[in-house]
Nanobody
């Protein structure tokens, strides 16, 4: 079966850094655009970053310069490096994979990992 498993979420102090990982199985990983979303308490889910199959990236404007997405196709893994963390970054972070085939979109989500930024 298709499975995306996030890891690396933790409690971190403001200004700290954290690296999230997402390991994929059951898909041809190199054919999927991978992305990170997050959902904070009381807010709707928002896109954090995306990396497509040729390694081009895009970010939410407010996060440019602090967050970096990368992928290692040999390891079927996508990463999110987060620096200069702020309390407002506290959220559940989700990994997603998407492939467009004809008129159909194949979309998979992980279970999420909790990131808490607090003194």
């Amino acid at each position: 079966q298709v499975q995306l498993v996030e890891s690396g979420g933790d409690l971190v102090q403001p200004g700290g850094s954290l690296r999230l990982s997402c390991a994929a199985s059951g898909i041809i990983f190199s054919a999927y655009a991978m992305s990170w979303y997050r959902q904070a308490p009381g807010k709707q889910r928002e896109l954090v970053a995306i990396i497509i199959i040729d390694f081009r990236t895009n970010y939410a404007n407010s996060l440019k310069g602090r967050f970096a997405i990368s992928r290692d196709n040999a390891k079927n893994t996508v990463y999110l490096q987060m620096t200069s963390l702020k309390p407002e970054d506290t959220a559940v972070y989700y990994c997603t994979g998407r492939m467009r085939q004809g008129r159909n979109d194949y979309d998979y989500w992980g279970q999420g990992t909790q990131v808490t930024v607090s003194p």
